[in-house]
């Protein structure tokens, strides 16, 4: 896709932070069929405007980021209205793959044409509406501190249960250490570009980009985020993210 050059310039705050710049890729092509609904679930509305809005809103409210990629699918009709709405922000599109990782990679490869491979990413769920500034910037705070990367993460509360195809309960699974694995993650852009090529020609299944660089020998290391920070997947999301939304606001 081409670059917009009529974007504004990164902040002086924004674009050095420890000698590297900090972007945010959110890959947006998926179809949300889970939801069952008449669009993806990313442009259905929440709280008065689409999803996808109050998601980049998010971003766009943590200042040291730079600005925003994001990977859409062809004949998208919807995003332009979208894109409208973040006029004069640095944001910019790329066309989206057949998976996550694929869409993650196509961004990636268009912030190679300005960032620097020792530049960082922030990759964020298009369906996590929301996301804390404050718990982006502390996540951002840890992986600039020495580390291989992270994410934004949950303990494990419940009792957790290994069940059979048929969904009989095969075992009681130890929950010590179990994580739930949120968005965003941060990580290198030239080691989680080299990653995720690595990971899909072997075949991988690449869920997120923390399990490409996993499976690179990478430990990313994981930042306590909130419960709110739910993803929608189906219907009955939509409600509690608009409650979690109105609460926050009060």
Known sequence: AARDTRQPAMSAQASRENN??????????????????????????LAGKPVIAHTLTAL???????GVVVAVADRD??????????????????????????????????????????DWVLVHDAARPCVRPADIDRLIDTCLSGTDGGLLGMPVCDTMKRVDPAGDVMATVDRDGLWHALTPQMFRIGQLHTALQQGIRAGVTLTDEASAMEAAGFTPRMVEGQRDNIKITVASDLALAAFYLDKRAT
């Open 20 to 45: 590297v710049t900090v972007w945010a890729i959110v890959p947006a092509a998926g179809s949300g069929s889970r939801m069952q609904a008449t669009m993806p679930k990313q442009y259905l509305g």
């Open 60 to 66: 766009f409210a943590v200042p040291r980021i730079a």
């Open 77 to 118: 009709c919807a995003w332009p209205a979208i894109a409208g709405r973040f006029a004069g922000r640095r944001l910019e599109q790329v066309r989206g793959g057949a998976e996550r990782c694929h869409s993650v990679l196509n961004a990636l490869e268009h912030l190679s044409a300005t960032a620097a491979e020792s």
